[in-house]
């Protein structure tokens, strides 16, 4: 069946550190992609989707294009901030069921 | 106001027992969802619905029931609550958008 591979976490940095979140995906039809957001005590929150391939989703200076032949979604962020410090997870709409399929989650710390 | 509310937001209750977690939301969506979130697992699906009166199992849906007879509301209920059913249960819903929202999170913790 579909499913996502993140990188596993944490993932530590300093603050205006460039961000690189690996995942990468398997699916038999042609899924949308996302980035979600978990920040401490939280629920999820929509950061960023692509919905076809070679599309690049955008927010809050964050990235990440649909690379359908690697397979691959990942996240990245030129210049880290502390209030980034939350878990990211990478995930997928399944084409024939709306499922939405989840990776493990990475947890990012940014430092000062 | 508009979006999804699970209650409570804190659960504890004693092995064996029968517990329900609510979720409404306040749109007509369609699709609606429970997932389970734990420590190195991240959200495992349970059990989803395409339409009031549909419902279908997840990757994880043992030991769990769903009904959905208004669209708005999706309760989830463990019919007889084991400790390895302590976790953080989210309610999202499918907007037409290909977007999904989240509700804040029930925290069960079994005892």
């Known amino acids: 069946g579909d499913s996502v591979t993140q990188m596993e976490g944490p993932v530590t940095l300093s603050e205006e550190a460039f961000l690189t979140i690996n995942c990468t995906y398997t699916a038999t039809g042609y899924p949308s992609l996302f980035w979600y957001v978990q920040y401490p005590g939280e629920g999820l929150q929509l950061l960023l989707k692509?919905?076809?391939?070679?599309d690049k989703g955008s927010n809050k200076g964050f990235e990440a294009t649909y690379r359908k032949e690697t397979t691959s979604f990942h996240l990245e962020k030129g210049s880290v901030q502390v209030s980034d410090s939350a878990v990211y997870f990478c995930a997928l709409s399944d084409e024939g069921t709306d499922k939405l399929i989840f990776g493990t989650g990475t947890r990012l710390q940014v430092f000062p | 106001d508009a979006g999804i509310t699970q209650s409570p937001r804190y659960k504890i209750t004693e092995t064996g027992r029968q517990v329900t977690l609510m979720c409404h939301q306040t749109?007509?969506?369609?699709?609606m969802f429970w997932y389970r979130q734990d420590l190195g697992h991240g959200l495992r699906l349970i059990y989803y619905?395409?339409?009031?009166?549909?419902?279908d199992k997840g990757e994880v849906p043992d030991g769990y029931v769903v009904s959905r007879s208004k669209t708005e509301n999706f309760p989830l209920t463990l019919e007889s609550a084991t400790r390895s059913q302590t976790s953080v249960y989210f309610c999202a819903s499918k907007q037409s958008s290909n977007g999904y929202t989240f509700g804040s999170g029930t925290r069960l913790t079994v005892v």
């Open positions: 619905s395409a339409a009031a009166d549909i419902t």
């Open positions: 749109w007509s969506h369609s699709y």
């Open positions: 692509a919905t076809k391939a070679d």
